[in-house]
């Protein structure tokens, strides 16, 4: 199985740029998310979806919007990139939405935006 | 809110020193606990976990104890190798919004092992 898949793994952007990240998982999971990590910040929560057509917020979510219109696939938009929004994002995916599940995460989206 | 605190890194150690990476957090409930170790160029790997008060988590020679009274959960293992140089990072999970769960991430506390 490949699990989690990311793409693209290096991204350049010129700010106000829009693009997409994919994030592709085989597993038939329920839970997907996508987290953003930054320099002495740890990951912080974009967005999540308990499936397909259920999306909701996290933490960070200004400035991204997703869709879940298949339990394999949940792509992040940044719709005007800004240099804020450089970092690296890493999309994970669990069986279901409990407290105890182990996450299984992507390799990472490495962002810049000058 | 909740919260997850680590000790800042880097930790520089030699192989088959002891090792331990301090773990506290802030919570209402009674959250899961988790310990993720990210290795260079990669995306995050559960390392353990543990569910409830008491419960030692343990994989790969790593272990940790949910202790509820000193709200902790500290990452050991008796004899590092260099294969073991990496980011740890501790979580708990919460619930978030209607339906879903996150999980809150300390910021990460980098490992060197030199041989």
């Known amino acids: 199985n490949a699990g989690v898949t990311q793409t693209p793994k290096f991204q350049v952007l010129k700010t106000g740029q829009s693009m997409t990240l994919q994030c592709a998982q085989d597993?038939?999971?329920?839970?997907m998310s996508w987290y953003r990590q930054d320099p002495g910040m740890g990951l912080r929560l974009i967005h999540y979806?308990?499936?397909?057509?259920?999306?909701d917020q996290g933490e960070v979510p200004n400035g991204y919007n997703v869709s879940r219109s298949t339990t394999e696939d949940f792509p992040l938009r940044l719709l005007s990139a800004a240099p804020s929004q450089t970092s690296v994002y890493f999309c994970?995916?669990?069986?279901?939405?409990?407290?105890?599940?182990?996450?299984?995460f992507g390799s990472g989206t490495q962002l810049s935006v000058l | 809110g909740n919260s997850v605190t680590q000790m800042e890194g880097p930790v520089t150690l030699s192989e088959e020193a002891f090792l331990t990476i301090n773990c506290t957090y802030t919570?209402?409930?009674?959250?899961?606990l988790f310990w993720y170790v990210q290795y260079p160029g990669e995306g995050l790997q559960l390392l353990l976990k543990?569910?409830?008060?008491?419960d030692k988590g343990s994989n790969k020679g790593f272990e940790a104890t949910y202790r509820k009274e000193t709200t902790s959960f500290h990452l050991e293992k008796g004899s590092v190798q260099v294969s073991d140089s990496a980011v740890y990072f501790c979580?708990?999970?919460?619930?978030?919004?209607?339906?879903?769960?996150?999980?809150?991430f300390g910021k990460g506390t980098t490992l060197s092992v030199s041989s």
């Open positions: 994970a995916s669990s069986f279901d939405r409990g407290l105890n599940e182990k996450l299984f």
């Open positions: 919570a209402t409930g009674y959250p899961s």
């Open positions: 543990a569910t409830k008060a008491d």
């Open positions: 979580a708990l999970s919460e619930r978030s919004g209607q339906a879903g769960t996150a999980l809150i």
């Open positions: 597993m038939n999971h329920e839970y």
């Open positions: 979806s308990v499936g397909a057509g259920i999306t």
